[in-house]
C-alpha cells in the first residue's frame, strides 16, 4: 500500500476526530488503537471488496477452511505488516507524540482458539493471503473466547473472556448474508411439484446466522481474503414465538463461547449444536455463492473446495448433500460424488479420548434429517464395501456402531482426501489408528506437515533478528523462507554469532521485565532460559520438566557452593477446567515455584516462571526470548506441535523425543544440532503391548528418582499434600502411562549436555545459528502450497509467486 508519512498523519488525525469528536491529544491508548484499526480497515476496503470480486468475475477455485477455532492474535501489526506500511505508521504516530507500543497493547488477543490447532488455522489463513491463494475461513464468532487464567493459591482459576468488550474494529456485521439454520423437529415426506415424495422438514427451530467478516491481509500482495465467523441471533419474524428470557438465552448460547478442551471430546448438545451451526451456516453461504456463478452442480468440485478442520466441521458432509438432495434435487449418486470430491479432512490426533463420537438418540433429535442421511451414507458404505472386506474389517469403519455417530469415520468415508499433520503422524495413522480405512482407502491418505507463519513468529515478534538477517543474507527469505538457509553461511563468523547472543540477551531483558513488573518476579536474564509453552496435558509431560527442576533444587540444597549453570524455568500452559489431574500439575509447579523461588540458598542458580494466561501475545514475548525449548511430550502422542517449530526460527535449542513434526525437526537440524531423548514410538507400542513396563520397580531401584519423587509426598514442597499423592501414585502404583520414570535418566542426561554446551557461548550461538537457518522448511507458505497444488487444487491469483517460492527445499 502506498502511503506516505505525512499523508498519514493528516488522514490518521482526521479520522480519529471525525470518531470522537475531540483533540487526539487527550485521547487513551485504546481510543487511538480504535480510530487506527478503523481507519486501516477503510485504507484497505477497495483491495478487499476488489479481491473478492475478482474470485467471483473470473471464477477461480477457492477453498473454504472450517474450523470451529481460529486463534489470530493481535491484527494491528500484523496488518501494517502486510500492508507495508509497518514502519510509515510507527513514525507517523511517533510524531503525533504517541505511543505505538502503547497502542499496540491496548488491542485485546482474540481468544478464538485453545491451542494447536486454532492457532494453525490463523497461520494458514496468512498463508493462504500472502500467496494471492483464494481462500476464506469460515468459523464461530464467540462471544466470549478461551477463558482468562488467573492463579489463586497457584490453583487456577478461570474467569470470562468477554474479548468485545470495547468493540471489534476489524469485523464487518453483514446482516445481508445471514442464513437460516434449522434445529430439532421432523421430517416428513410431502409431494413436491413433479410428484415426487420430497422430505420436508416440520417444527424445526430456526436460528439466523450472521457472519462478521475479518479481511485477512496478504504480504505485501494487495490480496485481501476473507475470515467469516458467524453469531446466532433470533430471526426476527420468529421474535413472536420467543416468551421468556430462558427462551432467548437458549438461541444466544449456540454462539456464546468456546469449549476449552483441547485434544478431549466433552460430548455436549451445545457443542454439537455448534459445530452443525457454523457447519451448515458456511456451506449455505457457499451454496449462495456458487449460484452466483451460473455454473451446473457437476462443476462444483471444479470452483470450490471445503476443509474440515479435524472432526468438528465433518457435518458439513452430510449437511452439502442434504441441500443437494432436498434444495437442489440432485440424485443421491450426483450428490455424493460431488461431495466427496469438494470435501478434505486433516486429523490432528491419535488420542482415544479426544475422537469425537455423538449418541444416536441426540444427533437424532436436534438433527433429524441430518441423521437420515447419515444413515443412508452408512447403509450405502457397509454395503459396498461387505464384499470387498468381508464383515470384521467392513463393521469396524462403521460411521454408526455401538450407539454412536463416530465421526473421523463420517469424515473419512465422506471426503477424497484425509492427511496428518508430521510424518509420523501421518504413519500412525495408517498403519495403526486408522488402518482399516488405510487398507480401503490408500490413496485418500497423505502427509502434511504443520508450519507457522515467519510473519508473525520472525518478523513481528523479534525484529532485531529480523534485521540481523537482512543484513546477512538479504531479505528474500521473506517470500521465499526456504532462503533462510543462506544464513549458514555465517557459522563461523564471530560477529553474527556474537550479535545473535546480544539479540537474544535483549530479549531476555524484556522478558525478565516483564516478570519483574507483572509477577514480582525478578530472573537473571543471563541465566539460561528454559521454555516448556502449551496446554498442560498429561502426554506433553510438564510433569517431566518439574521432575528434572527437583532434581537440579536437591543437588544445590545438597551442595550449596554446587557451581551449576543458572537456569530459568519458564512455563506457559492452560488446564482444560474440568481436566482435574492437569489442575494438579499447575498446582505443583506453582508451589515449587513458591518454595525455590524464595530459596536464599538457591539464588541465582534456579528460578521457575509460571505465566498467567499464556497465549498468542505471551508467546510473541517469550519466543525470542527462549533459549531451550522443551518438547518432551511421550513418542507417538503429540500429533505435530507448532511450538516447536517457532522456538526454533528464533534460534531456541531443541531438547525432544522423536515426537511429531519434532523429527523432521531433526531431520532438517542435524543430530549435532538438537537433544534427543528417550524412548521412541517402537519402543512405547512394544512396551504397551507386552505389558512389561513396571515404574514401580523402577522406584524402587533408581535411588536419585526415588529421592525426586519422594519431595511429592514427604512435606519437601510445601501445600501440596493432595496432589503431590495423587501425582505419585499416579506415577509409581497406576502405571506411569506416559512412561515418566522410564524416560527420567535419559531425560536428565540430555539436561546435562545443555548445561555443558551452555558454557560455550560461540558453540552454543552456533548450534542457535543452525536452528534458526534451518527452519524455514516449516513456514506455513510450504505447508499451504502442498494444500493447495495436492489436496484444494487451487492456483496462486499472483503472477510471479511460482518464481518466488518453492525454488529450493
Ligand atoms: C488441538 O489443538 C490439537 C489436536 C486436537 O485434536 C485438538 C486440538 Cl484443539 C493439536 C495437536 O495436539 C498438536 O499436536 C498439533 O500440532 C495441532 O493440533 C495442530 O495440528
Redesign the pocket.
Known sequence: MDLTKKRFKEEFSQTFENMYAFDIKNSTAIQQYTALGNYLRFSYSDDWNKTNKKYLNEQVKQVYYFSI?FLPGRMLKSNLLNLGILDTVRDGLVDLGLDFEEIVKSEVDPGL????????ASCFMDSIASLGLPGNGNGIRYRYGLFQQKFVDGYQVELPDNWLRNGNVWEVRKENKAVTVRFGGQVGLVEAANGHLKPTYFNTQNILAVPYDTGMVGYQNDVINNLRLWSAEIPPEEEIHYHTIAEREQVNQITEVLYP???NHEGQTLRLRQEYFFTSAGIQSVIQYYKQTGLSWQNFPDKIAIHIN?THPSLAIPELMRVLLDEEDLSWEQAWEITKKTMSY?N??V?QE?MEKWPIDMVKKLLPRIYQVIEEINRRHIEKKLSLYGSDLTYRTAIIADGYVKMAHLAIVGSHSVNG??KL?TEILMHDVLNDFYQMYPAKFNNKT?GITQRRWLHLANEELTKLIDSKIGTDWKTNPAELKLFKAFIADQETLDKLGTIKLVNKEKFAAYTKNEMGIEINPEALFDVQIK?LHAYKRQLLNVLHIIDRYLKIKEDPTLAIQPRVFIFGAKAAPSYSYAKQIIKLINALAELINNDQEVDDKLKIVFVENYGVSLAELIIPAAEVSEQISLAGK?????SNMKLMLNGALTIATLD??NVEIRDFVGEDNLFLFGLNDQEVQILNKNGSYHPREIYETNPRLKQVLNTLIDGTIPDIEMEGRVIFDSLVYHNDEYFLLKDFDSYIQAQEEIDLLYQNKTKWNQKSLMNIASSGPFSADFTIQRYAEEIWKIDSQLIDVHQKLFLTE
Open positions: 477455532e482458539g485453545n491451542g494447536g490447532l486454532g492457532r494453525l478442551d483441547d485434544s479435524d486433516t490432528h490426533t488420542l479426544a499433520v508430521a503422524h504443520n496446554r503429540e500429533a505435530s506441535g507448532t511429531g513434526a
